[in-house]
């Protein structure tokens, strides 16, 4: 066995568990997407779990995924699910499928102009801060995310998939299930103020990712579970 078997293990058992809350919660197999987080794990552990089939990986800082990207086969889909600071935009664009972490107009309007000069189409995501926390970035005002959805749709070089929101580290039960049912509830209210579908809403982490499935997470963004505790 190689270094790097644990990662295959816990990826097939993390994709188990996901298709067993699929079942029980009524939910479609296939329905929720998994993406394994490999933030400061090495470009060899991405690739394990690329060779166990993963295909879509989030990294929070840009910078880190412009180093590894060229270490790793071309058919990668890439999430940057971090904070997205204004001068990594251009690398993002150029980079990932998915920017999870759009939190502002002054963001999306730079995306949609950088993507246009680029040639390119990624898709986005709102970063909604539904619990209000201030050590977490995203929108809290539900008036303002209406607004970014707004301007989002108007975007010609960007494809507004959906929402992302991470709930309170030590949130559970009830409370938890509030967090993520009122993105889910964001999300049908833009789809009704709009007439437009937006189909994604990524919110579930290594800890908390039944009850996001059962509250209709799309992507669930898991690490630890997958590759272990970070050092």
């Known amino acids: 066995m190689d270094g790097y078997s644990y990662i295959r293990e816990q990826l097939s058992e993390v994709k188990s568990k ?3 809350i699929e079942q029980s919660s009524g939910r479609a197999s296939g329905s ?3 993406i394994a987080v490999s933030k400061t794990f090495s470009a060899d552990c991405v690739r394990a779990a690329y060779d166990a089939g993963q295909r879509a990986f989030g990294e929070n800082r840009v910078q880190e995924l412009e180093e590894k990207a060229p270490l790793l086969p071309a058919g990668i889909e890439w999430h940057v699910i971090g904070h997205l600071q204004s001068n990594k935009a251009l690398k993002a664009v150029i980079l990932a499928s998915y920017i999870h972490s ?3 107009i002054k963001l999306l309007q730079r995306l949609d102009r950088l993507a246009a000069e680029n040639k390119k189409r990624p898709r986005i995501l709102l ?3 539904v619990s209000g926390e201030a050590s977490k970035f995203g929108i809290t005002d539900m008036t ?3 607004l970014l959805g707004e ?3 108007k975007c010609a070089n960007l494809d507004f998939r959906g929402l992302m929101t991470m709930a309170p580290v030590n949130a559970s ?3 938890l299930r509030s967090v993520f049912s009122s993105l889910r509830e964001l999300r049908d209210r833009m789809e009704t103020q709009f007439s437009v579908k937006i189909p994604e809403l990524s919110m579930g982490m290594s800890s908390d990712y039944e009850a996001a499935i059962r509250e209709g ?3 669930v963004r898991i690490g630890t579970a997958i590759f272990g505790r970070r050092a």
């Open 217 to 219: 997470a799309t992507f």
């Open 102 to 104: 759009v939190d502002s």
């Open 18 to 20: 996901i298709s067993e």
């Open 173 to 175: 039960g009830d409370a």
């Open 127 to 129: 970063e909604i801060n």
């Open 32 to 34: 929720v997407k998994l």
């Open 144 to 146: 303002q995310a209406m």
């Open 151 to 153: 301007e989002a749709l």
